[in-house]
């Protein structure tokens, strides 16, 4: 099932059937979500904890390193889809809201080329 | 766009044009975005710091704190969407792959109800 | 050498020569250790990820629990003391300014016994 | 009070009593600790997220920045030493045997100028 034609709600279902076939929900309260989220995401920065930008871009040429690296997004994916479980917030239109709203608060033209504004 | 309809597909591509657009990708090093991520992570844990989880439960159910709380969400879900098209991974496939993973790692009849094994 | 009579500086040029020793100063640079610090304080946090606040009190009183944990602290408290050599900063200082600027933001009678001031 | 002079039990006295003073202990769950330090951990790390290494060194001799950045590190430090009161440890033992245990794994021979041991 690729990106070109799984939905996020399959994908939450996905994750809300693991959850419900091990009785985990009462686990997953806001605050623990956030913090196994936070801690995925820290394994995957791990993986690029010692080299440069350039050297990270390289790294994930070797396939077995981007294997291990694509795991630990899964990891984060699947906190980010329990989260939205859990709230009940639809996930495609808070990131796509979200993205609206940075581009009003990121011009293109100000910020092209660059993460600070021009001065 | 609500998440049955919503490809992933979709949303990577709505934050591949974003970034595009401001000429970014040359910040977005597997290095840099894994930071990034880490920082929106710890952003959405700041909102359940002192609290317990049941009151995390709670919070959730003020619809100021819950748009708050998804926009976090959406901060981190944008990270993941940058990850999957700077290392041309599908994600949906990852993302199910991992789930598969963890059902044999996690058997439903031992950890029923329990984040640990049964002894 | 307990925390009675130990100073920083004794800390931080047992980290420095540590580094030296292995000449890891290239290594140090403040992105890539603010990256390490961020590493081990989630290693820190999954000692107490699937745990309510009172239980994660409970846990330390295991001795091998509480040995793991306070590992995990000293990893953090490494990447401190690493951050004060190679920026060059004198963290006793920087440390107690600080809660003097905390004392002036969390006024004691609007604060106590609360994480938000005072209505 | 320079880190020339400086002990851990002064700074750890220093918390205590702000943390006392504020009626703050029940707040202070190892769990809550360990969120919080990742917290500011985040925010540090934030200085740097879009720098390469090289930058990041650079920044900091701009006055203004390691100012920003020395008062992140402290925000740092502040939750360890409040970690190092509600557990009831010895940070400078606990830091001493970490050092002492890392040059155990870390032969210096192995890893002179290198993250990963000498093939």
Redo the contacts between chains.
Sequence with gaps: ????????????E??RQ?AA????E??H????L??????E??????????????A??Q??HDPAE?AG???E??????Y??N??NT?G???????????A???VK?P?EQ???R?TAKP
């Design positions: 099932m690729p990106d070109a034609t799984t939905t996020l709600a399959t994908l939450k996905a994750v693991f076939d091990r009785q985990w009462p686990f309260s806001p605050k623990n956030s913090m196994g989220l936070a801690v995401a820290a394994e995957l920065m791990e993986h690029f904890l010692w080299v440069d930008n350039e990270s871009r790294m994930v981007l690296v694509a795991e997004i899964a990891d984060v994916a699947v980010v889809l989260l939205g709230l917030i639809d996930l495609s239109e808070t990131i796509l809201a979200k993205i709203k940075n581009a990121y293109a910020y092209r080329g993460y």
